[in-house]
């Protein structure tokens, strides 16, 4: 009976020893990126975080810090690259200074439909420019997505590209979009996110370009009267891990990471297929002036000095071998 008991006693202890193991063994992963909880990246980061929960039953618990908590999306791609960050989900606006491959994604007028993006990122291509980045110290774990960019501004209704002439126009970090909007006459201003609303609001800059996502999520019919539905470029975002933290997992955590990052992915493009459904509306209600569309071979006309520029940097095989994929 005493030895029972003391059996009973030591297997108890080792379970509250096991449990307290447990607990302490859970690993925060802070994931940080620019926009709201309620924005398709919201989605996308809460997607991941239950996912990677219940992939490993709880050892991995993640921590958010959305709405540029942790600064613009360089910065957190550096400080996921030193690993001073865990993760960050971004735009590839600012991506192509650390890998340049990804530049490619970033070309005006390259993807037809949203299928023909997500094919392509999906597939041999994006697979491919993904494995870029280890050599780039950072680990892309899958394609995110915001859906097609258009341009917002303060100044005039921009229906052609002699509309584009001096519009004072905040652009991301990135040369390809900087490229193509200096060739269409605007005045492109590279800027941070977290100091464009701002901008906007004091007119520093007349206007931004961005998916309904972020202009609905972000709430720029506040600071914004003009938006014309360009389509000009489609803006495809990345869920990027630092290898401080993957070189440390064993390979089903590596995989459940990967797994979770592929359900994070699908939230986001499920939430920008929904908000494109219903966005557009809801910024004609609120008061903006809506251009719906545009002559797309127009703007690729004259967009023609920037392509030959974006054939220089990236080759011409290579642009086709994406325009190609059916
Ligand atoms: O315009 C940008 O910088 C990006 O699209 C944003 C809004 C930070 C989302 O990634």
Redesign the pocket.
């Known amino acids: 009976m005493g030895i029972m008991r003391t059996a009973a006693a030591a297997f108890l202890a080792a379970g509250i020893l096991a449990a307290g193991a447990t607990a302490s063994a859970q690993t925060t992963v802070k994931v940080g ?3 709201a909880p309620n924005s398709h ?1 919201g989605a996308g980061a809460k997607a991941f975080e239950d996912e990677l929960a219940r992939l490993t039953g709880g050892r991995f618990k993640v921590e958010q810090f959305p709405s ?1 908590a942790l600064g ?2 360089r910065e957190m791609v550096e400080s996921v690259q030193l690993g001073t960050l865990d993760m960050v989900i ?2 590839t ?1 600012p991506v192509a200074n650390f890998v340049p491959e990804v530049g490619i994604t970033d070309i005006p007028f390259l993807f037809r439909d949203t299928t023909h993006a997500r094919t392509v990122l999906d597939g041999p291509i994006g697979q491919e420019i993904l494995s870029k980045f280890p050599a780039r110290n950072l680990v892309a774990l899958a394609w995110g997505e ?1 859906g097609f ?1 258009h341009l917002t501004n303060n100044a005039r209704a921009v229906a052609a590209p002699g509309d584009m002439r001096g519009l004072k126009l905040r652009t ?1 970090e990135n040369q390809v979009h900087m490229t193509a909007f200096r060739t269409l006459g605007a005045n492109p201003t590279p800027m ?2 977290p100091e ?1 609303v701002t901008g906007l609001r004091q007119g520093t800059i007349d206007g ?4 309904i996502s ?1 202009i609905t999520s ?1 709430r720029l019919h506040e600071v914004q009267k003009h938006i014309t539905l360009t389509r000009h470029v489609f ?1 495809p ?1 990345l869920l990027i891990l630092s290898p401080t933290v993957f070189n440390r997992l064993n390979d089903a955590d590596k995989a459940a990471f990967r797994q979770a990052a592929a359900v994070g992915s699908k939230a986001m493009r499920d939430f920008v297929d929904d908000v494109e459904r219903r966005g557009v509306a809801e910024l004609k209600a609120a008061g903006m002036a809506v251009v719906e569309g545009i002559d797309t071979a127009q703007f690729q006309q004259a967009l023609a000095p920037a392509y030959a520029e974006y054939a220089r940097r990236f080759g011409q095989a290579a642009i086709d071998r994406i325009r190609d994929v059916k």
């Not at 931004?208 to 998916?211: D, F, G, H, K």
């Open positions: 990126y620019a926009l990246y540029s613009g999306e971004t735009s606006g915001q960019r991301m941070a996110w464009v931004q370009e961005n998916p972020v972000a803006s975002a």
